[in-house]
């Protein structure tokens, strides 16, 4: 079975200040790990991938099989950077597993 | 093509009646999902379609429910006799699988049901 922990509701924190949305998993095999955003008002959007190591919006994640972790991270958060986020897992059916997300709060 | 849409966006209904959901993917995308989310929770999945083969279905889907994709187009979802505990947010979401983005899902905007 899959699993994942977003273990945060809720992460309030001040513009330019370093944001870590944390994101645990549980998976017998080699996962695909994902970050999606759901800004306000919009749909479900993927914001990154890990096979992709890319930077999306100044947002990077690192999978850590040895903490089975993904943490989303950010050096300097930015108001618009406000929205619910989704730690998923998909195993070898491209099925995801979602976590129940964090409020990311940026105040000004 | 503008991406996933869903149809209705609301949907407000009696205990007891029967709804029905669509959705249209993207119209190259080989997959498409269906998934429920109540308050304070991820999207948790239902059910899935490779083009007009319903592939998996969760455990979730009771025989209320049932999902149809006719010539691996649009989608139905249909909840009968639907009950109080079947409020929640029904999302859709299309994916090509067999690429280099095959765990890639567009989702749509998606449905409320409010079973009062």
Not at chain 1, 1 to 25: H, I
Not at chain 1, 35 to 63: C, M
Not at chain 2, 100 to 111: K, L, V
């Amino acid at each position: 079975a899959q699993r994942v922990t977003q273990p945060e509701k809720l992460l309030s924190v001040f513009k330019g200040a370093p944001v870590e949305l944390k994101c645990n998993y549980s998976y017998s095999g080699s996962p695909e790990l994902f970050w999606y955003v759901q800004y306000s008002r919009q749909r479900l959007q993927l914001l990154l991938r890990h096979i992709s190591r890319e930077s999306i919006k100044g947002f990077t994640a690192d999978l850590n099989k040895g903490e089975t972790s993904f943490h989303l991270k950010k050096p300097f958060a930015q108001e618009e950077d406000s929205a619910m986020y989704y730690c998923a897992l998909s195993g070898g059916s491209y099925i995801p597993t979602f976590g129940r997300g964090t409020s990311l709060i940026v105040h000004p | 093509d503008t991406g996933v849409s869903q149809n209705p966006r609301h949907k407000i209904t009696k205990r007891g009646q029967n709804v029905t959901f669509r959705c249209d993917p993207i119209s190259e995308h080989n997959r498409l999902y269906w998934y429920r989310q109540t308050l304070g929770q991820g999207p948790e999945f239902l059910t899935y379609f490779q083009n007009e083969a319903q592939l998996e279905k969760s455990r979730l889907l009771s025989d209320r429910f049932s999902a149809e994709r006719p010539k691996g187009s649009f989608s139905t979802l249909e909840i009968q006799r639907t009950e109080q505990g079947d409020s929640a947010m029904y999302l859709c979401a299309s994916s090509l699988v067999g690429g280099q983005y095959s765990y890639e899902q567009y989702f749509g905007p998606g449905t409320r049901l409010t079973v009062t």
